[in-house]
Nanobody
Framework: QVQLAESGGGLVRAGDSLRLSCAVS????????ICWFRQAPGKERESVAV????????RYADSVKGRFTISRDNARNTVYLQMSSLKPEDTGLYYC???????????????WGQGTQVTVSS
């Protein structure tokens, strides 16, 4: 079993930056692909960024490409989501999720954190 805990959310203004963290515990961190998701009120949850087991591969949703950067520190068992040039439409509850197989933005993820709220004011 693996546990994930997000942190770093908050209230910011449009154009600001924010860094989210996802701390992973319970099993060997390198076994997992980690993906960040978000869900805005009244909208479906969407995947925004994913990183491979070793961190050499990343992929982004079109809506965040060029503004968000995902990275992982395998020594600290942590994945980060650096968000810049934030927009009000980036508002939502941000989750990190993990799975051992199939690097990618789509498909089912097996383990989830509780989420951290990001609110971007205009």
């Amino acid at each position: 079993q693996v546990q994930l805990a997000e942190s770093g959310g908050g209230l910011v203004r449009a154009g600001d930056s924010l860094r989210l963290s996802c701390a992973v515990s319970g099993r060997t961190f390198r076994r997992y692909v980690i993906c960040w998701f978000r869900q805005a009120p009244g909208k479906e949850r969407e995947s925004v960024a994913v990183i491979s087991w070793t961190g050499d591969l990343t992929r982004y949703a079109d809506s965040v490409k060029g503004r968000f950067t995902i990275s992982r520190d395998n020594a600290r068992n942590t994945v980060y989501l650096q968000m810049s040039s934030l927009k009000p439409e980036d508002t939502g509850l941000y989750y990190c999720a993990a799975r051992e197989t199939a690097y990618g933005l789509s498909g089912k993820y097996d383990y989830w954190g509780q989420g951290t709220q990001v609110t971007v004011s205009s």
